[in-house]
């Protein structure tokens, strides 16, 4: 029991690490918070940043892993580790160094799971993928593929512990994503672009209050 918390407790603050955050804060001075969706996530921070959007994705992602990693080196189960992805998403979504107020826990989510049952990792993000490229809309491609993540975790033969913690974690992703899933419902929601900021805001193309979503 003691080695569990000790788990969870590691996953946990390896996840609450706010790389979106700290990478924007020592690289242009200014708060991530403040800008665009005020998100700490990839999707945010890559409108301000293409570099530090990219190595945001890679970070959230990283971390995730290595939570579920160390768990892993620490003994644990199949179902612990679950346990420490959701530990991970937990940190990243209520991070302690950000008065709990973190990002979506897409990547961080990506990035753990990938280390608990990585063939219903790769069915999700081709899922995700195909979304993107369908509608361009990323809340709409995070929300199905993370819906989706559980069933492919199932069909992939997971035992049914991991599918109920995976279950768990999804459920958090989702609902952080209620604010997006509102807009996508009344139709405003903004489509991802890889486009000049300034020529979409021109077009009339962003909103920034509702940007970011990873």
Known sequence: MKSGILIFLIAYLLGSIPFGYLLVRVTQGTDIRKQGSGNIGATNVFRKSRWAGILTLLLDGGKGYLAVSIAGWMGADPAWKAIAALGAILGHVFTVWLQFKGGKGV?????????????????????????????????????????????????????????????????????????????????????????????????????ANQQGTA
Do not use: M
Request: charged fraction near 15%; proline fraction near 3%.
């Open 107 to 207: 990547a961080t989510g990506a990035g753990s799971y990938l280390a608990v049952c990585p063939a219903a990792v790769v069915t999700t993000l081709a899922l995700f993928s195909a979304v993107v490229l369908i509608t361009r809309y990323i809340s709409l491609a995070s929300v199905l593929a993370t819906a989706a993540f559980p069933l492919w975790a199932l069909l992939y033969g997971e035992p049914i512990a991991v599918v109920l913690w995976g279950v768990a974690g999804c459920i958090v992703i989702i609902v952080k994503h209620h604010e997006n899933i509102r807009r996508l419902l009344r139709g405003t929601e903004n489509r991802f672009a890889l486009g000049n900021r300034q020529k979409q805001a021109a077009r009339g193309g962003i909103d």
